[in-house]
C-alpha cells in the first residue's frame, strides 16, 4: 500500500492543466468556470421579494410520490 501523499503526487503528476477557451452558454453545458462570471446589470433590476413557491424539508418528502399540505 502506498502513503495518501505519494498517491496524491502520483495522480498530481499525470494532470494537465488546460487552457481557459471562450464559449457560448449553449456549448459550455457540464463544464467549470475558469473564472468568476459577474453580470454587468441586477436582473431584475429592482428590489423583489417572490411570495410563491415552496420550501419542504427532505424529511417530508422522502416517500415520493406525496402530498403537501
Keep these: 500500500m502506498i502513503s495518501l501523499a505519494d498517491a496524491r503526487r502520483r495522480v498530481l503528476d499525470g494532470v494537465v ?27 431584475p433590476p429592482f428590489a423583489n421579494t417572490a411570495v410563491d413557491g415552496y420550501a419542504v424539508r427532505a424529511a417530508d418528502v422522502v416517500d415520493v410520490p406525496c402530498t403537501l399540505r
Design 17 to 43: 492543466a488546460l487552457s481557459p477557451r471562450e464559449l457560448t452558454c449553449d456549448d459550455s453545458a457540464g463544464l467549470v468556470l475558469a473564472r468568476d462570471v459577474v453580470a454587468s446589470e441586477n436582473v
